[in-house]
């Protein structure tokens, strides 16, 4: 058996509080938890670096990759492509932290399909109702983007109810207690736990 840390796939709906929490116990746990480095095919901006902001690789190199089923999730911004490679992911591992997936539903069937062997944490709003005033009072989101995201909401909380798709479900009602099962889940063991 391998002693690797085990990647942690957080998904749950837009709004659900995913951004709020990753960041959260990447400020509490800045040695343990990492996230992948992404590929793109934008050229390097200033200082960036290869492997470092970004894997920079060609349209002909990103599109192999796709081919070879090498990624979990690619879209295209613009004229670019982005994507987050199981390769990256293997790499968070290898030296030695926890990789922190914040994917949505397509995604979490794409990792279930690799060798990963990842956990998998759902984040749930207490109801559309408080989801939809969480975006509102987000204050970043377009009324149409807000419509948009709660018709994909309740799909994907469909999708979380079957058995077996996600190791957790946190309701994330009051923010405290739901900051606890989260830092819980990421870190098994009580004595390594900052609360
Ligand atoms: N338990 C909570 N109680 C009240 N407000 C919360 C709670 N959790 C998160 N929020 C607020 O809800 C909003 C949405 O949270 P956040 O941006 O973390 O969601 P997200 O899942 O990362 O969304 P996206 O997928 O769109 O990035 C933020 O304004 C955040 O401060």
């Not at 998998?120 to 970043?140: A, H, I």
């Amino acid at each position: 058996m391998s002693s690797k840390p085990r990647p942690i796939v957080v998904s749950g709906p837009s709004g659900g509080g995913k951004s709020t929490m990753i960041t959260r116990l990447h400020k509490d746990y800045p040695d343990r938890f990492s996230l992948s480095v992404s590929h793109t095919t934008r050229a390097p901006r200033g200082s960036e670096k290869d492997g470092l902001e970004y894997n920079f690789v060609t349209k002909d190199a990103f599109k192999k990759l796709v081919d070879e089923n090498g990624f979990i999730e690619h879209a295209q911004f613009g004229s670019n492509l982005y994507g987050t490679s199981v390769q990256a992911v293997k790499d968070v591992a290898n030296q030695g932290r926890t990789c922190i997936l914040d994917i949505e539903m397509e995604g979490v069937k794409q990792v279930k399909k690799t060798d990963l062997n990842a956990r998998f944490l759902f984040l749930q709003p207490p109801s559309v109702e408080v989801l939809e005033k969480r975006l509102r009072g987000r204050g970043t989101d377009k009324e149409e983007a807000i419509q948009e995201r709660l018709k994909q909401a309740e799909k994907e909380i469909e999708y979380a109810k079957m058995p077996g798709v996600h190791d957790q479900i946190i309701v994330n009602d009051d923010l405290e207690q739901a900051w606890k099962e989260f830092e819980a889940f990421c870190i098994p063991d009580e004595k390594d736990r900052k609360s």
